[in-house]
Structure formats: structure tokens, C-alpha cells
């Protein structure tokens, strides 16, 4: 999921994107000196466990660098809740094909708890937009380029690995594997599989995170309800996206509407009242009933999203990416463009010290990929959080917050951010303005609660 709700991070760390129509690169670096050659005629073995965007983009990465690569998926039809958005940048950057976007957003709507509605989307380039992707066609697509890569893709579930008896020895991944039929729902035969390292990218109920003894983390519950709506309101969400925000809808996140191929999907999610969620989730269809009216529920997903990163993401040749690893912004709920971009810095990362799969990797390789990761992208994590606190935290503080939003700067700076994924230079006495009107907002929400609180008492 996504939102604007990085508006007044101004310029977060959105950086590092490549130029567009840039590739994943095949990198050639020097191993460490310390990292032995394999033996002649073997390459370096990964298993990549998960077959989402982050699983997806690491196994290519991973196959095309001369890594021999088992991508390990157990249920090849999944479909995630997520609200699917991706920025524009990811279009370009992992060259995807134009018909995976099922709708090009130029228009989000934000709606306060009083029902007040903002427009966004007032700056974007006519060429400028927002993807809607939908999970199982994303991931699908992602899993078939890593295959025409040359990774070999397995239906199976991820058990349990063994660790290496001795220095740069294997570890032993343990599954069930799937004929297809199944599609990772029952049965299954048991096998298991030598590689010199793993990369789990099973989600924020990670397996191999529990493996390695990644620790745990705090995470949200997301509920969301594909519906199909008549044609005349699916016009309505041609180039649309409304987000709802509200003690309503949820006491720490928002509600949304975001538009697909021939549906809408409808959700919300909470850290915090995990176990209200369907009341939730009835409130955010409530706030749009007039919209989606005549609609009819085709299907009903839920999924944990993990709030932070984990303590641990890497133990000796086994690392972490995408939700597995926590790499999911408070705040916005964004996760889909850095699951993607971990999967392929931590494959780039393998590739480089294994010396295009002729040599063993070791832990200080892994490493790297997350110090570059949290170089690039730990400030956004941070700025984030601190706005989940700020503007979340009442429903008077929500009405502030959709109040600036209507700021033509502030909607140029997220969207440039958001979009591009690169730092957006700020303008200095637009900043100051910002800076202004925000304390004003802030002023206008405290005293806006205290009055409410007057009335209730």
C-alpha cells in the first residue's frame, strides 16, 4: 500500500533510483580474500524463499549475475491485501510492461474524519502518475522473468533449514513440494535441498526469519474486499484514489479505495485494535457507500504488515528482504517498491562477492546490502514514524493533516519523492511558509480536540 502521507516529509530519503529504463545491473566485483573459489564446473547455489516482488526481483538478479538459483513459492496464485500501488519509477526502473498497471492514478482524494475532501494531484506532469498493480499478476510476472532468467521455480513450503557442520560448508533447506495441483494447500513431498545461502522473502510471517532468530516485530492487520462495482461508478475511479482517515475507519492508519483492472478494492488496517478490524473495515464502507453502492464482494483478504524493521537481518549466510525483513514505511503503508528494490541490492550484493557465482559468499557480503539499504532509505523509515505519531493521533490532528494536504508545494514535494524515489530539493521560504502553516494546523487540531473534549465531558 501507499499514500500521500509522506507529504511533510519534504525531501525524505528517496534516493538512489536508477536512471529510467535502467536494468538490474550484472555486477563484477572482487570477493573477499578470504572467500574461497568454488570448484571448477560449480556455481554458488542460492535458495530465495517467497515468490512476492522482493523474492521475484532477487532471483533474477540473483540468475542473471551467474547464481545458480532455486526460487522456492508456495502458493503461486496468492493475492496479497495490499492496495497495490507502485511509483512511478518502479515502471521504468524493473521494466515492467505498461499492461501490468491496471489504472494510471492522476487524482487521489484525501477525506478527513468530518468528510472533508481534498484533492491531490493538482502538480503531476501529464506523463506523471501513480500504478495500480494487482498482486497476483505482479508477482506472477516477476517469478516468470526470474525463471526465463534462469532460476529454477519450485511450488513448495519452506520448513526448516540446517545450518553448516563446518566453515563454508551448506546449509540444508527442508520442504514440501507441491505437483501443482495443490498450489501449496495440502500435502505435499517432503525434500530438501543444499545451498550455500538463503534469502528469505516469505513475508512478514517469514519462516526463515523464525529460523534465524530474527526476533519480532510489531505489525499491523490489513483487511481488504475486492468489489465490483457498476460501470458508471467504476468511471468515477478511471484515474482516482480516495483515502479515508478517521477514528472510523481506524485508530492509527486509513481507509482506502484504490481502483484496479474491473474493481475497486476496499480496506483499512490497525497496529493497535487488531481485533476490531472487520468493525473497521465496515466503517471505511460506510465512508464510501455512495460510491460503491451496488457493489458486490468478489473477494476478502487479510494479511499482517510488519511496522518496523526486524532486530535481526542477517545470521551468517542467510539474510532477510521485503516484509520479512520489516520494510514496510509507517505512516503510508508503503512496501511493494522496496520489497522489490531489497530483493535486487541484496542479489546484487551475493553477485558481487561471490564474483559472479564462482566463489562463496560470507556474511560481510550480506552486510553490505543492508548498510547500502539503510543508507538510502532509513531516513524515509524514520520520517514516517514520526508523522504516524503526529498526525494520527486524533481526529483533530487527521483534520490538520488533510488541511495542509491541499498545499499545492506540499503535494509537488511528495509526489516528486514518491514518484522518483530520489531527494527533492526544497525550495527555502516555500519550506518556511510549510513550516509556518504546519505549526498552524497543528495549533488549529489542539484546540479543535480540546473543544471536542469540552463537549463529550
Known amino acids: 500500500m501507499t499514500s500521500l502521507s509522506s507529504a511533510v516529509a519534504l525531501p525524505s530519503s528517496c534516493r538512489g533510483a536508477r536512471p529510467a529504463g535502467g536494468r538490474a545491473r550484472l555486477l563484477v566485483a572482487r570477493a573477499a580474500a578470504s572467500s574461497p573459489k ?3 564446473g560449480r556455481r554458488l547455489r542460492v535458495a530465495v524463499v517467497g515468490g512476492g516482488p522482493a523474492g521475484g526481483a532477487a532471483a533474477e538478479a540473483l540468475a542473471k549475475g551467474g547464481v545458480e538459483t532455486v526460487l522456492i513459492e508456495r502458493k503461486m496464485d496468492n493475492c496479497k491485501p495490499c492496495g497495490g500501488a507502485i511509483p512511478l519509477c518502479m515502471v521504468s526502473e524493473f521494466d515492467l510492461p505498461l499492461d501490468l ?20 494531484g493538482r502538480t503531476l506532469a501529464p506523463h506523471e502518475y501513480i500504478g495500480m498493480v494487482r498482486r497476483e499478476v505482479l508477482d506472477a510476472y516477476l517469478r516468470s522473468r526470474a525463471q526465463n532468467a534462469g532460476a529454477e521455480v519450485v511450488n513448495g513450503l519452506f520448513l526448516r533449514y540446517d545450518a553448516p557442520k563446518e566453515p563454508n560448508g551448506t546449509y540444508v533447506v527442508h520442504y514440501n513440494h507441491y505437483d501443482g495441483s495443490s498450489n501449496g494447500k495440502v500435502g505435499g513431498e517432503k525434500r530438501s535441498l543444499e545451498v550455500d545461502a538463503i534469502v528469505g522473502a516469505d513475508g512478514a510471517n517469514s519462516r526463515v526469519a523464525k529460523e534465524m532468530g530474527a526476533g519480532d516485530y510489531e505489525y499491523a492487520i ?10 458508471a461508478k467504476m468511471a468515477y475511479y478511471e484515474e482516482r484514489a480516495e483515502m479515508y482517515v478517521g477514528d472510523d475507519v481506524s485508530p492509527d492508519f486509513y481507509g482506502w479505495v484504490f481502483p ?13 485494535h487488531k481485533a476490531d478490524i472487520k468493525k473497521f473495515q465496515a466503517a471505511t464502507r460506510l465512508r464510501a457507500k455512495d460510491k460503491i453502492k451496488g ?4 473477494r476478502v483478504e487479510a494479511h499482517p504488515i510488519p511496522e518496523h524493521p526486524r532486530p535481526k537481518r542477517v545470521s551468517g549466510r542467510v539474510t532477510l528482504v521485503g516484509d520479512a525483513a520489516g520494510y514496510v514505511t509507517k505512516c503510508s503503508g508503503e512496501g511493494i517498491y ?3 528494490k531489497s530483493g535486487r541490492m541484496c542479489a546484487e ?8 557465482g564462482t566463489r562463496m559468499v560470507e556474511e560481510s557480503d550480506l552486510r553490505k546490502y543492508l548498510a547500502e539499504f539503510d543508507r538510502l532509505y532509513w531516513p524515509t523509515y524514520k520520517v514516517l514514524d514520526i508523522l504516524q505519531k503526529v498526525f494520527y493521533r486524533s481526529n483533530a490532528a487527521r483534520e490538520a493533516f488533510v488541511e495542509m494536504c491541499a498545499d499545492d508545494y506540499v503535494q509537488k514535494m511528495t509526489f516528486d519523492s514518491y514518484l522518483y524515489k530520489r531527494v527533492v530539493p526544497g525550495n527555502p521560504l516555500d519550506d518556511i511558509k510549510l513550516a509556518v502553516n504546519t505549526i498552524g494546523s497543528l495549533v488549529r487540531a489542539t484546540a479543535l480536540r480540546r473543544e471536542m473534549e469540552k463537549v463529550t465531558l
Open 222 to 231: 490489513a483487511f481488504q474486499e475486492r468489489v465490483k462495482i457498476p460501470d
Open 260 to 272: 484496479k483492472c474491473d474493481h475497486v478494492a476496499v480496506g483499512t488496517g490497525t497496529v493497535t
Open 338 to 340: 522496496f520489497a522489490a
Open 38 to 40: 568454488l570448484p571448477s
Open 101 to 120: 498497471v491496471d489504472r494510471k492514478v492522476r487524482k487521489m482524494k484525501m477525506i478527513s474524519p468530518s468528510n472533508v475532501a481534498v484533492d491531490i
Open 349 to 356: 550484493a551475493i553477485v558481487a562477492g561471490s564474483a559472479n
Open 295 to 298: 457493489g458486490k464482494i468478489i
